[in-house]
């Protein structure tokens, strides 16, 4: 079974702070994937990367960034924290679609609050 | 207007029933289909994943794809309370450009 891991399940910070949130997928995946869940929204992708130190703008990337350095890790950096990047973030992974069709698998979620 | 429209519900049924649960997209671009689903504070997980118009069964569970009307569905028979969850339905186009619907709560009550 594919296992994406995201390390923090609950993560509270201040407007302002630098945050970081980590993925690591153990199915030596090419592409990788930071989503945003709002109710209402649904899902939004924020950024995708299709290889090491490769990373592709979503639908709404302004305020983050990321890196990936490494095959297995893909992190999610919201430069200086505002409100209203309080969400849920999902990171997914899944194969190149030339050498499979499966789809997405995620992780369990980042909640993240900005007070 | 989203590519992937998704009626959020909420929905609630009876253990037992039959479960509906839709979606509609506008672009006959997109070529794969799949249904997640997502219980309370985690993430989503897969339920089915089809490519071609038709029928694909899976247990209780059966998904429909229409690419003449643009219609995907999901069916639930005999739902059961475990089957309680939000389900995302989406679908892909090209090689990484992936929809998602917005969700529909079900809540089914013993």
């Known amino acids: 079974d594919v296992k994406v891991t995201q390390s923090s399940r609950y993560l509270v910070k201040r407007t302002g702070e630098k945050v970081f949130l980590e993925c690591v997928q153990d199915?030596?995946?090419?592409?990788m994937f930071w989503y945003r869940q709002d109710p209402g929204l649904g899902l939004r992708l924020i950024y995708f990367?299709?290889?090491?130190?490769?990373?592709e703008k979503g639908d709404i990337p302004e305020g983050y960034s990321v890196s990936r350095e490494k095959k297995e890790r893909f992190s999610l950096i919201l430069e200086s924290a505002s409100t209203n990047q309080t969400s849920m973030y999902l990171c997914?992974?899944?194969?190149?679609?030339?050498?499979?069709?499966?789809?997405?698998?995620f992780g369990d979620g980042t909640r993240l609050s900005i007070l | 207007q989203k590519e992937v429209e998704q009626d959020p519900g909420p929905l609630s049924v009876p253990e037992g029933a039959i479960v509906s649960l839709n979606c509609t997209y506008s672009?006959?671009?997109?070529?794969?289909f799949m249904w997640y689903r997502q219980y309370s504070r985690k993430g989503p997980e897969l339920l089915m994943y089809?490519?071609?118009?038709g029928n694909k069964e899976d247990g209780r569970f059966t998904a429909q794809v229409d690419k003449s009307s643009k219609y995907i569905s999901l069916f639930i028979r005999d739902s059961q309370p475990s089957d309680s969850a939000t389900y995302l339905c989406?679908?892909?186009?090209?090689?990484?450009?992936?929809?998602f619907g917005a969700g529909t709560r079900l809540t089914v009550k013993p």
């Open positions: 672009n006959s671009a997109f070529q794969y």
């Open positions: 997914a992974s899944r194969p190149p679609r030339g050498k499979s069709n499966q789809p997405q698998h």
């Open positions: 989406a679908a892909i186009r090209n090689n990484n450009d992936m929809r």
């Open positions: 089809t490519y071609s118009s």
């Open positions: 199915m030596d995946h090419e592409n």
């Open positions: 990367s299709y290889d090491v130190k490769m990373k």
